[in-house]
């Protein structure tokens, strides 16, 4: 048998778009190998929507890959341990696999991978499969450059799954676990988003054929946005659909020239020499896709994809923010209470409260509640509910953000601790996202279909007093027997006096010499000289808002 390569499958659940498969197939005989992790599944951030998502997905890239000729592995257990037991069974060549941006947990399993792998002389390729550069911030001092590194990454072709694997005879494949077996609670969401392969191809090409119409008109409402979004979310998370191919998808589909069809596949620069040629194959499934007749819209969509990348480049960048503030003394900032509370709750009061959807601001409740049921949210309602938590609340990030984690069905580490981080006002932005509660309700779901969807126990509140039903009079309430207090939360917390007694501890924290020095130095460091002095207006404009060059 020729040397065998094993193809570990980490967050990267799809056969099209995969440099380590394509390489591994060129080489010889391919082991595809997926490790269920009981310690990933105990971290704090993992939930049960996740194992859902991901069991589906490997269920789909099981058959796929046996339809190339060797169906994936699946094994538990602890990465080195597992690696070693199959190495014992059917001794491997090379090891392959995608790098991966995770949190301290999945650096040290890398890292112990890398190092049993070094001791057995077995050569491990981590490829890159999006834009985020390892080693960046150790080599470059400023991220000006950062963009065009993503701008060559993305250039095309996109790569097709390997013509046929070389299979590995007389190896079990493998069950997989169910949630019981990996002791996590049942998946109970109301609705639910299919994972594997397919389904997020379909939803690209739904998106592109057309569906991204009217995408920047309807992302906000939560009424709107589950129709007006891609909802390719879970699916770049989990990659079951590669970033790269879809950035080339969309820019085929009517984003910027058409150039990057012909260039070289700058993803393959860091292959080992032979193997690049045969891997550029040109994929081109997209050339199914009309050209799209609403550009803005793309644009808008294209913009994110880059987004995608720009935020985990942070985490990849400094793995502190996992439990540290970018700017590291607003850890400070809540640690004194404000004492502002009806009732006067106590933190844990108040987490719970928001998390049950018990605050008594319904469209925050909403949201909470319609989080538990489908693992999703448009990015502005999750953006209230970071700011209700954090400004209204008065809660620290770290006392919220494990909790979120394990309900974004799409959670993406560096995405979620730059937007926790960016709505709690932690960050060297200096505008402060403190969202009316109220005001969002009337804007974004003016006639309650939200709402009264996601919290019942409203439904019969008339609609002049839903966005704030502890107004309606004892009389009218009677007359629909309804009570507030009863049957429904008064507010945990009262607005205006809570906004502004958090803008006030803000305003006073940030006066502090230490404070104002750690923040400039963080804008130094992420700030894009060339970029802000060719357009000062639109540098102050994306300051203020805290946007991209400064966080
Ligand atoms: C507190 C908070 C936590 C978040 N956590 C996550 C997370 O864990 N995973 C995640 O993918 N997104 C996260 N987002 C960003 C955003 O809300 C989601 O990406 C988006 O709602 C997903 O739906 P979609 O795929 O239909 O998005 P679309 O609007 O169709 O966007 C397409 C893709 O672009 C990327 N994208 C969109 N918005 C952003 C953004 N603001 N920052 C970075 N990338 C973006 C995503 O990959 C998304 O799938 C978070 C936002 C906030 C405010």
């Known amino acids: 048998m020729d040397a065998?390569?094993?193809?570990?499958?980490?967050?990267?659940?799809?056969?099209?778009?995969h440099a380590p498969l394509l390489a591994a197939a060129r080489r010889g005989p391919v082991l595809p190998l997926y490790i269920v992790e009981p310690g990933l599944v105990r971290q704090p951030d993992y939930g049960p929507a996740h194992w859902t998502f991901v069991r589906e997905s490997l269920r789909e890239l099981r058959a796929s890959l046996a339809a190339l000729g060797q169906p994936l592995l699946v094994r538990v257990g602890e990465a080195t341990k597992v690696l070693q037991g199959l190495h014992e069974a059917a001794p491997f060549a090379a090891l392959w696999a995608h790098e991966e941006t995770g949190?301290?947990?999945?650096?040290?399993?890398?890292?112990?991978?890398?190092?049993?792998?070094?001791?057995?002389?077995?050569?491990?390729t981590e490829l890159p499969q999006h834009g985020v550069v390892r080693g960046?911030?150790?080599r470059y001092p400023s991220r000006a450059a950062w963009s065009a590194r993503w701008e060559e990454r993305m250039r095309g072709p996109a790569l097709a799954p390997p013509a046929a694997l070389r299979p590995v005879p007389d190896l079990a494949h493998g069950s997989l676990p169910t949630h019981q077996q990996l002791g996590l609670p049942p998946d109970d969401r109301l609705e639910r988003q299919a994972g594997?392969?397919?389904?997020?191809?379909?939803?690209?090409?739904?998106?592109?054929?057309?569906?991204?119409?009217?995408y920047r008109r309807g992302m906000s409402s939560p009424n709107t946005a589950?129709?007006?979004?891609?909802?390719?979310?879970?699916?770049?998370?989990?990659?079951?659909?590669?970033?790269?191919?879809?950035?080339?998808?969309?820019?085929?589909?009517?984003?910027?020239?058409?150039?990057?069809?012909?260039?070289?596949?700058?993803?393959?620069?860091?292959?080992?020499?032979?193997?690049?040629?045969?891997?550029?194959?040109?994929?081109?499934?997209?050339?199914?896709?009309?050209?799209?007749?609403?550009?803005?819209?793309l644009a808008a969509f294209a913009s994110r994809l880059h987004w995608h990348c720009h935020f985990m480049q942070k985490l990849e960048d400094a793995g502190r923010i996992e439990r540290e503030s970018l700017v590291a003394p607003y850890d400070e900032l809540r640690a004194v209470e404000l004492g502002i509370f009806v009732g006067g709750l106590g933190r844990e009061e108040r987490l719970a409260a928001w998390r049950a959807g018990q605050t008594g601001y319904p469209l925050i409740d909403a949201c909470a509640r319609a989080l538990r049921g489908?693992?999703?949210?448009?990015?502005?309602?999750?953006?209230?509910?970071?700011?209700?938590?954090?400004?209204?609340l008065w809660l620290p990030w770290q006392t919220f953000s494990d909790g979120l984690a394990r309900l974004w069905l799409d959670y993406e580490p560096g995405i979620h601790l730059c937007q926790v981080q960016m709505q709690s006002g932690v960050t060297a932005g200096d505008a402060l996202r403190l969202y009316n509660p109220t005001k969002q309700a009337l804007d974004h779901d003016p006639a309650g279909v939200f709402i009264r969807r996601w919290v019942p126990e409203l439904r019969r509140v008339p609609l002049p007093y839903l966005h704030q039903p502890w107004t309606m009079p004892a009389e009218e309430a009677a007359n629909v027997g309804w009570v507030v207090g009863r049957d429904y939360p008064l507010p945990i917390v009262d607005h205006e006096a809570a906004s502004g007694a958090a803008r006030a501890a803000i305003g006073l924290f940030r006066r502090r010499p230490d404070v104002q020095a750690a923040t400039q130095a963080m804008r130094d460091r992420h700030s894009d000289p060339r970029r802000n002095a060719a357009r000062p207006d639109a540098a102050a404009k994306q300051r203020a808002r805290g946007q991209l060059s400064l966080f």
Not at 104 to 124: C, H, K, L, T
Not at 380 to 391: E, I, K, Q
């Open 136 to 138: 960046y911030a150790a």
């Open 374 to 392: 489908t693992g999703w949210l448009p990015f502005r309602m999750r953006a209230l509910l970071v700011s209700f938590a954090a400004h209204d």
């Open 103 to 124: 949190l301290a947990w999945s650096f040290a399993r890398d890292r112990a991978v890398r190092a049993w792998a070094q001791s057995r002389g077995i050569p491990f």
């Open 4 to 17: 065998v390569q094993v193809v570990w499958f980490k967050r990267d659940l799809r056969v099209a778009d």
């Open 196 to 214: 594997g392969e397919s389904a997020g191809l379909a939803l690209r090409d739904a998106f592109l054929g057309g569906g991204a119409a009217g």
């Open 226 to 297: 589950p129709d007006a979004c891609s909802r390719l979310s879970p699916h770049l998370a989990w990659g079951t659909v590669s970033l790269r191919a879809l950035v080339l998808a969309t820019k085929q589909s009517g984003v910027g020239s058409r150039e990057s069809r012909e260039g070289p596949l700058p993803l393959l620069a860091s292959l080992p020499s032979a193997a690049s040629d045969s891997l550029a194959t040109p994929y081109s499934p997209d050339s199914r896709l009309p050209t799209h007749d609403s550009p803005r819209d």
